[in-house]
């Protein structure tokens, strides 16, 4: 069973496997420098549908029989299926995932939301209590902007601030030690406010929370970014990781040669006009699922944090006046069970 190491980090004792994993993009993911390593790209973002919604619990469906297929498993194999996304209500999830009939526990920590649900089967994983988990999120840019910022037909002007919510979904199936990636420690979050009010500025409201649990993960384990291939944070975007790099740099932690972040890997911002970058739950979800965790597999990426940050908003506290809270947590990934 997993035990505790400082305030906020858990080792695993059994260093529960990442067995298989799928993931599914559409036409913006399709011209981006990661295309070649995504399970289905889709040019339709309706993916057949008739609304955006139904779009992304499509590309949900996608992910999750993909990264079941590679596994060699069926849906009745799994004990339970952690899901969520940026949707009122996760009905992403809900109406994606219905028919499959596995145990549900749906998430909501916004693009933070693949790491939870890493960190909570971990935990059951390593107890023993669960023998095979599925964790799978999503996003689409159309449904995204409806709920939180303006219809498309509004045309309204991104700032150079905003970043470019992802029509992603990735999936990842886990069992028992079997076969990298192996996942060796989590880190959970808390909720920080620095008082940041502008929902088009997420990096910066979200870096905080970012180098709080990276902090008190080196801290707790006695590492440093030394010690480790990469440090991916999921989704700062550039300002966001600008401001991650200075924090850390002021601590004495100097991550600038290890840290990169999905929302700069999944675009090429000199080709595409996404401005600070992709985020969204789907975003990265679908570049952990699309490259990272195959690279560790292969023996490219032996230890790899991945810290998703979410932005803790909604349009209501949008309204309201009010700052946005935001949460990281933290999942060592690593090529060794120990």
């Known amino acids: 069973m997993a035990h505790k190491l400082g305030k906020y980090t858990y080792l695993t004792d059994a260093a529960p496997s990442v067995l298989a994993w799928g993931s599914v993009g559409s036409k913006k993911e399709a011209q981006g420098p990661l295309a070649p390593y995504f399970d289905l790209l889709n ?13 992304e619990s499509e590309m949900q469906k996608e992910a999750i029989a993909k990264a079941l297929e590679k596994a060699g498993l069926s849906a009745p194999d799994l004990d339970c299926i952690f899901a969520g996304d940026l949707l009122n209500q996760c009905t992403g999830s809900t109406f994606g995932l219905r028919e499959l009939g596995v145990p549900f526990l749906g998430l ?22 669960m023998q095979k988990t599925a964790v799978i999120t999503s996003s689409h840019f159309c449904s995204a902007e409806r709920q939180y910022r303006f219809p498309l037909e509004y ?18 199936i886990l069992g028992q030690n079997v076969s990298p ?3 060796r420690a989590v880190c959970v979050g808390t909720i920080e406010d620095k008082g940041i009010k502008d929902q088009n500025n997420m990096g910066a409201a979200m870096a905080p929370a970012a180098f ?13 970014p030394d010690n480790y291939d990469l440090i991916l944070t999921g989704d700062l975007g550039k300002v966001g990781s600008r401001l991650l790099d200075d924090l850390m740099q002021r601590e004495g932690y100097h991550i600038g040669g290890k840290h990169s972040d999905c929302g700069l890997l999944l675009y090429d911002s000199n080709k595409q006009d996404v401005h600070a970058g992709g985020s969204g739950a789907g975003c990265c979800a679908s570049v952990l699922c699309s490259y ?3 690279s560790i597999r292969e023996g490219r990426l ?9 932005a803790l908003l909604s349009p209501t506290s949008v309204q309201q006046g009010e700052s946005i809270p935001s949460v990281a947590h933290l999942v060592h990934f690593s090529s060794l069970p120990n």
């Open 155 to 172: 045309g309204g002007q991104r700032t150079p601030t905003s970043q470019w919510t992802a029509t992603a979904s990735g999936a990842a």
């Open 292 to 294: 990272i965790l195959p």
């Open 181 to 183: 990636p192996y996942i």
């Open 43 to 55: 040019e339709d973002s309706t993916f057949g549908e008739q609304t955006w919604e139904k779009a």
């Open 302 to 310: 032996k230890n790899v944090l991945f810290i998703a940050t979410g």
């Open 108 to 129: 909501y920590g916004a693009c933070s939301t693949m790491a939870e649900g890493l960190v909570l089967s971990a935990f059951l994983l390593d107890s023993g209590a």
């Open 212 to 224: 709080e649990t990276l902090r008190r993960f080196f801290e707790d384990t006695g590492t440093n």
